[in-house]
T-cell receptor
Framework: GQNIDQPTEMTATEGAIVQINCTYQTSGFNGLFWYQQHAGEAPTFLSY??LDGLEEKGRFSSFLSRSKGYSYLLLKELQMKDSASYLCAVRARDSNYQLIWGAGTKLIIKP | KAGVTQTPRYLIKTRGQQVTLSCSPISGHRSVSWYQQTPGQGLQFLFEYFSETQRNKGNFPGRFSGRQFSNSRSEMNVSTLELGDSALYLCASSLEAGGGADTQYFGPGTRLTVL
């Protein structure tokens, strides 16, 4: 079956850099997504990776290693508004291409 | 372009009742997925519809059902409500079902409270 693991909670300081990891086990990998979800709100799309390497989008970057079943989301120049949960989701053939979601990482930013 | 809309936004029901939630996808999107989210839990997949057909189904009891109309709008129904059904129900739309970079965009959700 499929399995996605993320740390439950992380704390970082405003202005710093934080890396949120996601590991997965699937068969027939077909892409990995990162979403941001503020408390009480809907998830919003951040990034998509299907090939190995780093995708950069402003302060946010996402990395993928398919051979290791590993991804990370890198947030730079942290701002208080980055306090949110970050969800990792994987699409794979063995789930009939439906997205399988991790439980999310709650990121707390301190001044 | 308008985003995904869900109605109602908040709902209070009592045990044993039934409820219908509605989702209108982004214009041009043909796939709609439904999720349940409870505090401390990740997104639990309910079902996915594409072109009025249920394409995937999660591990929820038969009390949870859904459908999609020809205009891609979707509804989900929960019958014989239980206290444990209290949750945020999220709808997400995408251009098409089936993989690749097809990105899901979420509506604001319906918060259901069962008393």
């Amino acid at each position: 079956g499929q399995n996605i693991d993320q740390p439950t909670e992380m704390t970082a300081t405003e202005g710093a850099i934080v890396q949120i990891n996601c590991t997965y086990q699937t068969s027939g990998f077909n892409g990995l997504f990162w979403y941001q979800q503020h408390a009480g709100e809907a998830p919003t799309f951040l990034s998509y990776n299907v090939l190995d390497g780093l995708e950069e989008k402003g302060r946010f970057s996402s990395f993928l290693s398919r051979s290791k079943g590993y991804s990370y989301l890198l947030l730079k120049e942290l701002q208080m508004k980055d306090s949110a949960s970050y969800l990792c989701a994987v699409r794979a053939r063995d789930s009939n291409y439906q997205l399988i979601w991790g439980a999310g990482t709650k990121l707390i930013i301190k001044p | 372009k308008a985003g995904v809309t869900q109605t109602p936004r908040y709902l209070i029901k009592t045990r044993g009742q039934q409820v219908t939630l509605s989702c209108s996808p982004i214009s041009g999107h043909r796939s709609v997925s439904w999720y349940q989210q409870t505090p401390g839990q990740g997104l639990q997949f309910l079902f996915e519809y594409f072109s009025e057909t249920q394409r995937n189904k999660g591990n929820f009891p038969g009390r949870f059902s859904g459908r999609q109309f020809s205009n891609s709008r979707s509804e989900m129904n929960v019958s014989t409500l239980e206290l444990g059904d209290s949750a945020l129900y999220l709808c997400a739309s995408s251009l098409e079902a089936g993989g690749g970079a097809d990105t899901q965009y979420f509506g604001p959700g319906t918060r259901l409270t069962v008393l």
